[in-house]
């Protein structure tokens, strides 16, 4: 599982914390393996993000499958 996050404006966060606050608060086997910081989402016309672009850009980016 891979979570993509945009932070707000001033907002720091890494990885570990990330890792750290879900520990806490969701089950062991939902949080995420890869974590991947942005700026923006790919949105289509109708500002919807186009997971299956996400998608592909983790996968080329992590080099998974």
Do not use: H
């Amino acid at each position: 599982m891979c979570a993509w996050i945009r932070l707000k404006q001033g907002v720091k966060l890494t990885e570990l914390e990330l890792r750290k606050f879900c520990e806490g608060n969701i089950s062991q086997f939902k949080i995420p393996k890869y974590v991947k910081f942005t700026d923006s989402f790919p949105i289509n016309a109708n500002n919807k993000v186009l997971k299956n672009k996400i998608k592909e850009m983790a996968i080329q980016e992590m080099k998974l499958k």
